[in-house]
Structure formats: C-alpha cells, structure tokens
C-alpha cells in the first residue's frame, strides 16, 4: 500500500499570503489528522476530519481551516500568513482513529 | 485538555548503553501511543497500550503502561546507532484517538 502522500513538500510564501496544503491518505483509511510541528511547541494538533466531517479541532485560530473530500484526501488552509505560522505541517490518515501513519510533512516557511 | 510530561529532553548515550524514556500524566489515561521520529523525518507509530499494568517488548524494545495508567515508559536495550532519533508518546482523547497529544519528546543520541 502506498503511504500518506503530502503536497507540496517545500512552500516559501509572504506574510499576509495563504496558502493550501495537500494530503491523500492510506488507501481505505477515513480519518485524517492535521498537526504542526516546531521547535519551540513540539507536535501540535490541528484538526482531524473522519468521512468529510470535522471530528476533532485543536487550539489554533480560526486562520487554520481544513476540509476532507469524499475520497478521503484532505486540505488544510492557513490565510493571512504570520511569520510564527513557519512549521512542519504533518498529514496523519488511520484506518480506526487509533494508530497515526504520518507523511512526509509540507515545511512551510513565511518570510 | 489532556497533558503528558515526558522526560528527559535529551539523552546521549555510548552505543550498547540502555535508554529509557518516560511519560507522566496527572489525570487517568484511556491509551498511550509511542512514536519514532528519525532526524528530517515523520513520526512512526511503534505501539499503543490500553491496559492496566500493560507490558509489551519489540525485540529490544519494551513499552509499558503504569497500573493507575498515569505514566509510561519506552526502554531501549543495548542502544544501536539506527536508534537515533526522537521518541514521543502521544495520548488520544478519550472520545476520539484521532486527536493525539503529543509529549515533548526524547531526542536520543548514540555515539558509537
């Protein structure tokens, strides 16, 4: 089976821009989970969404939004960009909720 | 909302040294989840625990889950180069485990 796919895997964008990250999960897996992942906070959690519904939405402002299409590939939104949004943005499909298979992660950095 | 202290930050340690890891919760636990983050890359799952008193052992890995499942702990037998990296545990909600909260994190070192 093929792994979480994440798209892209390198984006350079300018405070104030948005931007739109790609993930396409484990073939049969249905929920999918977002996370950041920096230096100073660690792995944080986003939102996951299970059968294109939001399930679960973690602590982040409302700038952070996501949605899951019926097959289950997801995206996530970030607008106005703040220079403190330059993280690891990390993809994790499950088939149960239970175990997180990650993809490679979109390394986002605003200048 | 649910918080795990892991400890230590770091570790070094000389190739063939035991490493252990440890994750505290002041509240009960419905499951603990432990990662590997090899350095420029994603976290992968190793193991979950869900009971009490749980212990599980992957060649020279052993996992366990406290009996008041508040804490856990990840112990490396005879470290290898290959198990450089950072280790985390993660909890789940007890209404969803798709929401992980993740511990700090152990970034492990092994000098051969």
């Known amino acids: 089976k093929a792994g979480v796919t994440q798209t892209p895997r390198y984006l350079i964008k300018t405070r104030g821009q948005q931007v739109t990250l790609s993930c396409s999960p484990i073939?049969?897996?249905?929920?999918v989970s977002w996370y950041q992942q920096t230096p100073g906070q660690g792995l944080q959690f986003l939102f996951e969404?299970?059968?294109?519904?939001?399930?679960n939405k973690g602590n982040f402002p409302g700038r952070f939004s996501g949605r899951q299409f019926s097959n289950s590939r997801s995206e996530m939104n970030v607008s106005t960009l703040e220079l403190g949004d330059s993280a690891l943005y990390l993809c994790a499909s499950s088939f149960t909720g239970a175990e997180q298979y990650f993809g490679p992660g979109t390394r986002l950095t605003v200048t | 909302g649910q918080q795990v202290m892991q400890i230590p930050q770091y570790q070094h340690v000389q190739e063939g040294e035991d490493f252990t890891t440890y994750c505290n919760s002041s509240?009960?636990?419905?499951?603990i989840q432990w990662y590997k983050q090899r350095p420029g890359g994603h976290p992968v799952f190793l193991i979950q625990?869900?009971?009490?008193?749980e212990v599980k052992k992957q060649k020279r890995l052993t996992f366990q889950f406290g009996e008041a499942k508040k804490n856990s702990s990840l112990h490396i037998t005879a470290t290898q180069t290959t198990d450089v990296g950072t280790y985390f545990c993660?909890?789940?909600?007890?209404?969803?485990?798709?929401?992980?909260?993740f511990g700090q994190g152990t970034i492990l070192t092994v000098h051969p």
């Open positions: 625990l869900v009971k009490s008193g």
């Open positions: 073939s049969g897996h249905r929920s």
């Open positions: 969404y299970f059968s294109e519904t939001q399930r």
């Open positions: 993660a909890v789940g909600s007890g209404t969803s485990y798709g929401k992980l909260t």
């Open positions: 509240t009960t636990l419905s499951n």
